[in-house]
């Protein structure tokens, strides 16, 4: 482990409490012979003092206050100094620690204002001529360093203890973001999945049934027409199941193998399995050299699959498609337009196709409309900037 690996030894709220109580004993070891065989009176403020530093902790301002007005009746009883002073500078530490800065100020200047009351009345105990300028200042400038040392180092642990604070709060929000934002991605993985699964099974689907309600109405008359019907509604079956498993692969295990997505070299297939499924299509696609990324091209390829869908789905029988797909001052168009029912055609209004595609091409900035044509049938247009 290295240096920069190591943690600071700290006191746990266990170890802090029974520092403060050795610290508070260790105090008290002298004051008990004094009491009872030097000086009661004296004995007793040390005892004020003292005692208070138990608590120095949890109530640093109260603590203060009893420590300082037993120093301020020692100026008064006595002219002698006592070992609880310690205690004052373990109590402005107090402050300055676990208060507020400006309760740390005002412990400051009471400790300065305190240690010229000292120095003058301590001097004085020795006699009237020791109460020279020098021997006055040379006493406060002591006793007023421990005060300003006490507060100095509980100031720095509190801006520390503040900082620390920061960054535990700093890293507990970033992990709340993080957790938030892999959530908010999930959802939006979800959302694809949704995409791509309607995508697939809507297509395959819709053109089995077509061909399955074709082949059955033409069966009674000519049953030969049969055959390519079911050819064409294994190979919709073995494409969607394929392309099922291509999305259960990625789902299933990262670096699953796959197959390769659609891209626009693919419109021509899904255009002619149209034409095989009976729909009469007139297409106009882009050539191979079209530069479009594999995202653009997969959003263009299900946006003419799920249209040619609802073509066979809603236009009604004998109803013609046009599809255009093409590229125009960094824009890829893509119009796909039938001649069929138009705002006349069912809807049970449970389909996910045009949220589906409008969510497709919104996650490219692009844009879509969908609707009845006003020369009659659908049309969809989209618009995705390259």
């Known amino acids: 482990m290295t240096r920069a690996d190591r943690q600071p030894w700290r006191l746990g709220p266990r170890g802090e409490r029974w520092f403060d109580v050795g610290l508070t004993v260790f105090l008290l070891l002298p004051v008990f012979p004094y009491l009872f065989f030097v000086d009661v009176v004296e004995g007793l403020l040390m005892l004020v003092q003292i005692v208070p530093l138990f608590w120095r902790r949890r109530h640093p301002l109260p603590v203060f206050t009893a420590v300082a007005l037993g120093c301020a009746a020692q100026a008064v009883l006595t002219d002698t100094p006592l070992w609880s002073q310690f205690a004052f500078p373990v109590a402005t530490y107090s402050v300055a620690r676990y208060a507020g800065a400006r309760w740390a100020l005002a412990a400051l200047g009471t400790g300065v204002v305190g240690a010229a009351i000292a120095a003058v009345d301590w001097l004085r105990g020795f006699g ?51 957790a938030q934002q892999a959530a908010l991605a999930a959802i939006e993985e979800r959302h694809r999945i949704a995409r791509e699964m309607h995508d697939v099974v809507a297509h395959g689907l819709t053109t089995i049934v077509v061909q399955a309600d074709g082949a059955r109405a033409a069966a009674a008359h000519d049953p030969s027409v049969t055959g390519p019907a079911l050819g064409t509604i294994a190979a919709t079956g073995r ?30 297939d899904l255009v002619a399995e149209a034409q095989a499924a009976g729909t009469s299509v007139n297409a106009q696609l882009p050539g191979a050299a079209t530069p ?95």
Not at 255 to 265: M, S, V
Not at 312 to 330: D, L, M, Y
């Open 239 to 268: 494409e969607a199941i394929a392309e099922l498993r291509r999305m259960l692969g990625i789902l299933r295990a990262e670096g699953a193998p796959t197959t390769p997505q659609p891209r626009l070299t693919d419109l021509a």
């Open 128 to 178: 009237t001529n020791m109460t020279t300028p020098e021997n006055v200042t040379a006493y406060f400038i002591t006793i007023a360093l421990l005060v300003v040392v006490a507060w100095t180092l509980g100031t720095l642990g509190r801006t520390r203890q503040a900082y620390v604070d920061a960054l535990v709060e700093r890293g507990q929000r970033l992990e709340r973001e993080a």
């Open 292 to 386: 479009v990324s594999d995202g653009v091209a997969l959003t263009a390829y299900r946006i003419v699959q799920e249209a040619l869908s609802n073509v066979r789905k809603h236009a009604g029988p004998g109803a013609a498609a046009t599809v255009v797909v093409g590229t125009e001052r960094g824009t890829l168009e893509i119009v796909v337009t039938d001649d069929g029912r138009g705002a006349a055609a069912h809807d049970d209004g449970r389909g996910l196709g045009l949220t589906g595609m409008r969510e497709r091409v919104a996650a490219h900035d692009g844009t879509l409309t969908a609707g009845p044509a006003p020369d009659g049938g659908f049309a969809v247009c989209a618009r995705i900037p390259l």
